[in-house]
């Protein structure tokens, strides 16, 4: 792989990006704003509400220490609002900046290997991590021939983030899903049961690396498609990514971002690219479902060659939905709870300042 625009300096990606961009805006990577920053910003809100609330008070008790103390809860606000407008001008200048640089850095990696790096909102292809939902963000997204990967992160449907990478197969396959183990398993996250009849053993080091799962009756064609050298190249490969084969889609995927700036990075998305997803491939092209073929009026061979569909058993796993758990509940509510605790405070806080301002107009 081509990584020298990893570390290529700011000069040198300013130069080079307008010729790959054409001048178009590009929307790709995120700069999250500092917890610290935030939770600052709701104390401020907070004490905008607390203060104008005071004043109120002071203003229609009228008590020797009223104007010292409205004036004292004006200044620290005045101050406290200065911070807060300074820090937030600051950290939008700087997130532009950074943003474009990194904006640049993945851009120009990405082209020089044949990727393009593209905005979505909606993921299309069928996995165990992903929902036609509306609330999804990739930051960023790789698009190739036949091939995409990238980190994506759901806000309501489903909690987390996680990296991925999708080959699109040349047919169809059964629903199979290898859990790896050093990426922490799956557990009963996604599946229906440890140790339900959907497990196969295939024994040795394979077994210690990844635990399969197939639908039941489908053992002997996950066993077609998952060859000796599939196995190998999965150990040496793609050991930190749970495999997931769906429909016509070849999804690796583990929790968490990756980091895009990294060579490490890149260097096991081509690794998996170019070692393991070429042998499913080839087996794949291979496979068809005999069940379909069972009982078809034409010759063995014409509908060999054009049946390209799964049996209804064999297209899904039985797993968890998980928008129904305790976790996707709570991260559900969460966003408008969110919102809420942000503006009450302001609200109250225009309120109270309110009724401070009108009780001194009536003096």
Not at 26 to 49: D, E, K, L, S, T
């Amino acid at each position: 792989m081509k990584l020298e625009w990893l570390s290529a300096s700011e000069a040198e990606l300013v130069a080079a990006a307008p010729g790959i961009t054409g001048g178009t805006r590009m929307r790709g990577v995120r700069i999250r704003q500092p917890f610290g920053m935030r939770a600052n910003q709701f104390a401020g809100m907070c004490y905008f509400a607390v203060s104008g609330i005071l004043a109120s008070y002071l203003a229609k008790e009228s008590t020797p220490f009223s104007v010292p103390l409205v004036l004292l809860g004006v200044t620290i606000l005045l101050c406290w609002f200065y911070v807060l407008a300074r820090d937030y001008l600051r950290f939008n200048r700087n997130a532009r900046a950074e943003g474009r640089t990194l904006n640049f850095r993945l851009l120009l990696t990405g082209s020089s290997n044949g990727f393009r790096m593209r905005f979505a909102r909606i993921p299309w292809f069928a996995s165990l991590i992903t929902r036609k939902s509306h609330y999804t963000y990739f930051n960023p997204r790789f698009e190739g021939e036949g091939i995409e990967f990238g980190n994506m992160s759901y806000r309501r449907d489903r909690p987390g983030s996680w990296h991925y990478i999708v080959a699109y197969l040349p047919e169809p396959v059964p629903h199979l899903l290898f859990e790896s183990m050093a990426a922490g398993g799956l557990g009963r996250r996604f599946l229906a049961g440890a140790d339900s009849d959907q497990i196969l053993s295939l024994e040795g080091d394979f077994d210690r690396s990844f635990r399969l799962h197939a639908p039941p009756e489908y053992g002997r064609d996950a066993l077609y498609l998952i060859t000796t050298d599939v196995m190998a190249a999965l150990i040496d490969h793609a050991q930190q990514y749970n495999v997931e084969l769906v429909d016509d889609y070849l999804v690796f995927f583990r929790a968490g971002d990756a980091d895009f700036t990294e060579v490490e990075t890149w260097t096991t998305v081509d690794a998996i690219l170019k070692n393991v997803v070429p042998r499913l491939k080839a087996n794949v092209r291979r496979y068809r479902d005999e069940r379909i073929l069972v009982g078809d009026a034409a010759s063995w061979e014409t509908s060999y060659a054009q049946v390209d569909e799964v049996g209804a058993t064999g297209r899904r796993l039985r797993t968890r939905d998980l928008r129904g758990s305790t976790n996707a509940v709570l991260d559900r509510f969460w966003g408008p709870l969110r919102r809420s605790l942000i503006a009450y405070p302001v609200l109250t806080g225009f309120v109270s300042w309110g009724f401070f301002l009108s009780l001194l107009v009536d003096r």
